[in-house]
């Protein structure tokens, strides 16, 4: 079975900075886009931002220049940093492994929460 474990959620003041972390097996990681999502009950689960095995990232307009993903292929781990977070960026994230027509992976989520 494959697992994404997640790290480094928490509860941060508005404007301050958490830093996300995924890892999974090399035999995933090394053959897949890595992103994270976020989802509010009752919502559908958003793109926060994806990294591919090139180093190509995309992240959403409203994290942009304030969230910074990464990926460590010696590490097999993915890092999201979020800095000046504000109370609309409380969520569950959640990590990907994607590859097309191959594999479409989650992990169990982590709660991030920003108070005001």
């Known amino acids: 079975q494959v697992q994404l474990v997640e790290s480094g959620g928490g509860l941060v003041q508005s404007g301050g900075s958490l830093r996300l972390s995924c890892t999974t097996s090399?035999?995933?990681?090394?053959?897949?886009?890595m992103g994270w999502y976020r989802q509010v009950p009752g919502k559908q689960r958003e793109l926060v931002a994806t990294?591919?095995?090139?180093?190509?990232?995309n992240y959403a307009d409203s994290v942009k220049g304030r969230f910074t993903i990464s990926r460590d292929n010696a590490k097999n781990t993915v890092d999201l940093q979020m800095n000046s977070l504000k109370p609309e960026d409380t969520n569950v994230y959640y990590c990907n492994a994607f590859r097309d027509y191959t594999f479409n992976y989650w992990g169990q989520g982590t709660q991030v929460t920003v108070s005001s």
């Open positions: 090399k035999r995933i990681f090394s053959f897949a886009a």
């Open positions: 990294i591919s095995t090139g180093g190509s990232i």
